[in-house]
């Protein structure tokens, strides 16, 4: 086709006429949107994206921290949990507070065990210098365990064997096939037998 030709069929479509193959004989060309076209050609060149790593989100307490100041650590701590991110909790000793580690060891097992619910510890307390660091993560899921549904397994609970709130524990059909059973007459007590010799 003349490239005159194709220009005013490209310019009639509202679209732009671009050459896709320059080595060959003829020259490719065809009739697209030459953003869209630039945009894929950049999109096949990155490849797949990278998977995004975690980040190690920093937040810091002291020995004789307040309670009410751990629960805002915890706090925010939750949220970067909750982002996907990992915490390292960092207790930080000044001048002779060195000599009291253990009270910082007390506030970073306070930090693990409100975090209990949510976070596992992936590096246990360390010393580096006047700071002890630990490093919490995110808690995967455990998977829910269907159960089997055959009666006499051990933590097998029918639903329909637990009545709701307000309900009879027996139902109006069984009570009607109660009441349409014949009663059974018990029979008469056996009175003892007396000897009359003795009462003689």
């Known amino acids: 086709m003349p490239t005159a030709k194709a220009l005013k069929q490209a310019e009639a479509a509202g679209l732009d006429l671009v050459e896709v193959a320059p080595h060959a004989h003829p ?10 076209f630039k945009y894929e050609q950049k999109k096949k060149a990155r490849g797949k994206p990278k ?22 650590k915890v706090r925010k701590a939750r949220e970067f949990l909750d982002a996907g991110n990992k915490v390292q909790v960092t207790c930080l000793f000044r001048g002779r507070e060195m000599a009291y580690k253990n009270l ?14 949510i976070a596992k510890v992936e590096r246990l307390p360390r010393m580096e210098g006047r700071r002890m660091n630990l ?3 995110r808690k995967t899921k455990a998977p829910v365990k269907a159960t ?6 051990e933590g097998d609970v029918r639903a329909e064997s637990v009545p709701e709130p307000g309900e009879p524990l027996i139902s109006a059909e069984v009570a009607q096939t109660m009441e349409a059973k014949p009663e059974v007459s018990q029979a008469p ?5 007396t000897n009359p010799e003795k009462e003689a």
């Open 135 to 137: 490093l919490l993560s």
């Open 51 to 72: 998977s995004t790593a975690s980040v190690v989100k920093e937040i810091r307490v002291r020995p004789k921290i307040d309670t009410n100041d751990v629960d805002i």
């Open 189 to 193: 007590e056996a009175k003892p037998e």
């Open 148 to 153: 089997t549904g055959k009666p006499g397994t």
């Open 27 to 36: 020259p490719v060309c065809r009739i697209l949107d030459y953003g869209k």
């Open 104 to 117: 910082g060891r007390d506030v970073l097992d306070r930090v693990v065990e409100l975090l209990a619910d």
